[in-house]
């Protein structure tokens, strides 16, 4: 069965440069706040489960809020980025969908 996503962004990839060196890309403003009230519940670091799409990967993760920019960050693996040869900077479509809706 083929996944559907309810949103499609266009984000650059930005690498953290605390420890650990993470790579995100940040969910813009409106999306984030339509995911955010699409799952409605609180969990852990006031994160939201999604299912992610890019490129040919599909894979299930959680976005995670972020003060700076009252928005959600979304972590890029290592095994993602190399799988779909993603860098530092890029310009990458990312598709989405939350998991564990509620009904709204």
């Given at each position: 069965?083929?996944e559907t996503?309810?949103y499609?962004?266009?984000?650059?990839?930005?690498?953290?440069?605390g420890?650990g060196?993470?790579f995100?890309?940040?969910?813009p403003k409106?999306?984030?706040?339509?995911?955010?009230e699409?799952?409605?519940?609180?969990r852990?670091w006031?994160?939201v489960p999604?299912?992610?799409?890019v490129?040919?990967?599909v894979?299930a993760t959680?976005i995670f809020?972020?003060?700076?920019t009252a928005t959600?960050l979304?972590?890029?693996?290592?095994?993602?980025?190399?799988?779909?040869n993603?860098?530092?900077?890029?310009?990458?479509?990312?598709?989405c969908?939350?998991?564990g809706?509620?009904?709204?």
């Amino acid at each position: 069965m083929l996944e559907t996503f309810d949103y499609k962004i266009t984000a650059k990839v930005w690498k953290y440069e605390g420890k650990g060196a993470w790579f995100f890309v940040t969910i813009p403003k409106t999306e984030g706040d339509q995911m955010k009230e699409e799952y409605g519940k609180k969990r852990g670091w006031g994160s939201v489960p999604i299912t992610v799409r890019v490129g040919t990967s599909v894979w299930a993760t959680s976005i995670f809020p972020d003060t700076k920019t009252a928005t959600y960050l979304l972590p890029l693996k290592a095994d993602i980025r190399k799988r779909q040869n993603i860098h530092e900077n890029d310009d990458i479509e990312v598709e989405c969908r939350v998991r564990g809706r509620k009904n709204i």
